[in-house]
């Protein structure tokens, strides 16, 4: 699988939007950009998936650039419960099959 | 409904100890995965199966640990002569077979080996 690299940790203050990068150089063609989230004391929790186009869910938008090196997660009104370590991975989608691969992750502190 | 189920929530054991950590996956869901996750890291992918067969097992780290799922629903890992870097939080999450690609996690089981 392609490895990603995502800031160790971010703030982000409530109410504000919260972006966060990840970059994914070597991504092939047939690899998905999926995000997870990770609340404390709880297990990870599916939030948004994309292969080019960029994608919205009522969680946040997912937005990747044009070569597909990188991506943004965007939450767009931050809460205190958005607060979690947040993991970008790359991997072949429409099969069950394959696991992911979770790297350290984004930590994501809002603060009031 | 329910979601992916996971007991104990805590297991508190002594080295070499034998243990067993049971996974109710979301009823229908075919696939199942074990990861472990140490502290401040990332959950690690140990054993996958489709069905009742362990399609990848390539992530068990020795033959002290197996997993099983007999009947294609509940799966239990299993772990011999416990050691105490075996500490972890064990994750189990399920996904249906095809056409989905979002997995769902339980709430894990803290192993914790003293």
């Known amino acids: 699988d392609a490895k990603t690299t995502q800031p160790p940790s971010m703030d982000c203050a409530e109410g504000r939007a919260a972006n966060l990068p990840c970059n994914h150089s070597t991504i092939s063609g047939n690899e998905y950009v999926y995000w997870y989230r990770q609340i404390h004391s709880q297990g990870p929790q599916y939030i948004i998936h994309g292969l080019k186009n960029n994608e919205t869910n009522e969680m946040a938008s997912l937005i990747i650039t044009e070569d597909r090196k990188s991506s943004t997660l965007i939450l767009p009104h931050a809460t205190l419960r958005d607060t979690a370590v947040y993991y970008c991975i790359v991997r072949p989608a429409l099969n069950a099959g394959n696991m992911l691969t979770f790297g350290g992750g984004t930590r994501l502190m809002v603060k009031p | 409904g329910a979601g992916v189920s996971q007991t104990p929530s805590n297991k508190v054991t002594e080295k070499g100890k034998y243990v067993e950590l049971r996974c109710d996956p979301i009823?229908?869901?075919?696939?199942l995965y074990w990861y472990r996750q140490s502290l401040g890291q990332g959950p690690e992918f140990l054993i996958y199966f489709q069905g009742t067969g362990a399609a990848d097992d390539s992530g068990l780290p020795n033959d002290r640990f197996f997993a099983v799922r007999p009947e294609g629903s509940v799966s239990t890992l299993k772990i011999q002569r416990t050691e105490r870097g075996d500490s972890a939080v064990y994750l189990c999450?399920?996904?249906?077979?095809?056409?989905?690609?979002?997995?769902?996690f339980g709430q894990g089981t803290r192993l914790t080996v003293v």
């Open positions: 999450a399920s996904s249906p077979r095809t056409g989905n690609t979002e997995a769902f």
């Open positions: 009823s229908g869901h075919t696939a």
